[in-house]
T-cell receptor
Framework: SQQGEEDPQALSIQEGENATMNCSYKTSINNLQWYRQNSGRGLVHLILIRSNEREKHSGRLRVTLDTSKKSSSLLITASRAADTASYFCATPHHTGRRALTFGSGTRLQVQP | DAEITQSPRHKITETGRQVTLACHQTWNHNNMFWYRQDLGHGLRLIHYSYGVQDTNKGEVSDGYSVSRSNTEDLPLTLESAASSQTSVYFC???????????FGQGTRLTVV
């Protein structure tokens, strides 16, 4: 079963706008990661946030984590056409904590 | 630069044939993983390994096997390919627990 679920499933915005994606998970975690996948490519790691952190920034990315609500959000500010991709949250897998469990992802389309 | 490579990138095979997908990483990571990606399911864990001679089953391991004879390689074998195994397969590696994973470019497998 999937640990993380992203919302929305699809998002279409204009260049320059901000994009917010949400992730909910079911069990306690010690970290949560976000990945990007361009069409036909492998996943690329974006950011890791630990359970004792509430917010983390990396360039135009801002990730929040609310362990009491078992949820996380990824904000991409001033989006660009090159941000068009699918975005996945990932949490430690229950069968092997070095492995990851992924949600179904949010497909982001940034219109030029 | 260190990398993780998968081969082949595309393969078509017939039902009942044995198929092996290769994964090779040059980071010297102990942890290696195989996932499959299907529409509506995100990525699901097939098998994983924490080091040489160590292999473990993930959540969708039926019909698949792996072997780890060295640090660099984790080949995935489909013992008798079935149409339900048509999917995109991703190999990944990571250096430690609770760290980012590095993904290959994927292998698109079609079983006819």
């Amino acid at each position: 079963s999937q640990q993380g679920e992203e919302d929305p499933q699809a998002l279409s915005i204009q260049e320059g706008e901000n994009a917010t994606m949400n992730c909910s998970y079911k069990t306690s975690i010690n970290n949560l990661q976000w990945y990007r996948q361009n069409s036909g490519r492998g996943l690329v790691h974006l950011i890791l946030i630990r359970s004792n952190e509430r917010e983390k920034h990396s360039g135009r990315l801002r990730v929040t984590l609310d362990t009491s609500k078992k949820s996380s959000s990824l904000l991409i500010t001033a989006s660009r056409a090159a941000d068009t991709a699918s975005y996945f949250c990932a949490t430690p897998h229950h069968t092997g904590r070095r492995a990851l469990t992924f949600g179904s992802g949010t497909r982001l389309q940034v219109q030029p | 630069d260190a990398e993780i490579t998968q081969s082949p990138r595309h393969k078509i095979t017939e039902t009942g044939r044995q198929v092996t997908l290769a994964c090779h990483q040059t980071w010297n990571h102990n942890n290696m993983f195989w996932y499959r990606q299907d529409l509506g399911h995100g990525l699901r864990l097939i098998h994983y390994s924490y080091g040489v001679q160590d292999t473990n089953k993930g959540e969708v391991s039926d019909g698949y096997s792996v072997s780890r004879s060295n640090t660099e390689d984790l080949p995935l074998t489909l013992e008798s390919a079935a149409s339900s195994q048509t999917s995109v397969y991703f190999c990944a590696s990571s250096p430690d627990v609770n760290t980012e994973a590095f993904f290959g470019q994927g292998t698109r497998l079609t079983v006819v």
